[in-house]
């Protein structure tokens, strides 16, 4: 695993420890406010959330990694 790829990673759980109402709920927050704003900034104000976990909560984590794959 890269040492990037490590940093994110670790970024993302440190995020998951502000979560009150556990990943479920706060995803549910994240999707709700990004469908709302449809942009990623203004949903981690909201959130007060880091911009890994976000990202990857909205799901772009996921489709950049698949772009990745799909090209290689």
């Known amino acids: 695993m890269v040492a990037s ?3 994110e990673e670790i970024a993302i ?8 109402g556990g990943y479920d709920e706060t995803a ?3 999707n709700r406010s990004y ?3 449809e942009d990623i900034h203004q949903t981690m ?3 007060r959330l880091p911009f890994p976990v976000v990202w990857e909560m909205v799901g772009f984590r996921d489709e950049m990694e698949w772009m990745e794959t799909e090209g290689s």
């Open 45 to 47: 104000r909201e959130t």
């Open 35 to 37: 469908a709302e704003t």
């Open 13 to 20: 759980l440190r995020g998951w420890r502000r979560m009150p």
């Open 5 to 7: 790829r490590v940093d």
């Open 28 to 30: 549910k927050r994240v």
